[in-house]
């Protein structure tokens, strides 16, 4: 069995809920609270910064040049396409550079860049690579079944095209069928480690949802009574 249906096998839950969750479904039918859209735009910037990051440490040390090649392609991609797609959305909310700084990354956001340089540290490039592929497949599937019906408010359908589209789609064939031939090189122990690292990043997603929906805050701690530290 190929890596790309193992590996989709043992996210199901994560994957349909992804497809099913408010932040989707209302960013669809238009009452996604504009905060939400703007607390997500915010921590997206930050994981896309250091997902385009990934994508040229991995070129740097692979020995593979197909995968190389792939993933200085992807940080070229996301520079020239997504990320500048999303300077346009900041503009037009007021979105300022000072605002993205003052923004406390929630934990979600933070645990979930970490666990994909892990995957580098810990791994291999090609555990790495595993592991960056739920956000783009993911993303596209979910802008597939979007697509088939148009959002009421005008930013929101925006964000449905720019991975509706047919080039993305084609984008992401190729990237499974970069992975999943990687896969099948690899000795039985890197390959459980491709999977758990493609596992535990679809679970990422879906909560990266939640953090959205939910404007995720770090715990504040227990409260601290000032005349005992005196």
């Not at 990320?83 to 923004?103: K, M, P, Q, V, Y």
């Not at 122990?189 to 939640?210: C, G, K, N, P, V």
Request: proline share 6%; net charge negative; aromatic share 14%.
């Amino acid at each position: 069995m190929k890596f790309s249906e193992k590996a989709r096998q043992q996210v199901v839950p994560y994957w349909e809920g992804s497809f099913t969750h408010p932040f989707i479904t209302e960013l669809q039918a238009g009452p996604l609270d504009p905060a939400i859209f703007r607390f997500y735009l915010i921590q997206d910037a930050y994981y896309l910064q250091h997902f385009t990051h990934l994508y040229t440490l991995i070129a740097a040390q692979t020995q593979e040049p197909e995968l190389k090649a792939y993933a200085l392609q992807s940080a070229e991609g996301l520079a020239q396409g997504e990320i500048a797609i999303r300077h346009d959305f900041f503009a037009e909310l007021n979105i300022s550079t000072t605002e993205l700084a003052a923004t406390t990354i929630a934990p979600t956001t933070y645990h979930y860049v970490s666990h994909m340089y892990r995957q580098l540290v810990e791994g291999t490039p090609h555990v790495a690579i595993a592991g960056m592929l739920p956000c783009p497949w993911l993303y596209q599937e979910v802008a597939q079944q979007l697509k088939q019906r148009k959002s009421p408010v005008p930013i929101y359908q925006r964000w449905i095209d720019i991975y509706s589209g047919a080039d993305n789609a084609d984008d992401q064939r190729a990237a499974i069928a970069l992975i999943d031939r990687l896969y099948d090189q690899r000795m039985p122990t890197e390959q459980q480690q491709m999977l758990a690292a493609f596992r535990i990043s679809s679970q990422m997603e879906y909560s990266f949802w939640e953090m959205a929906y939910h404007l995720e805050a770090w715990p504040k701690g227990a409260k601290v009574d000032d005349t005992k530290q005196r």
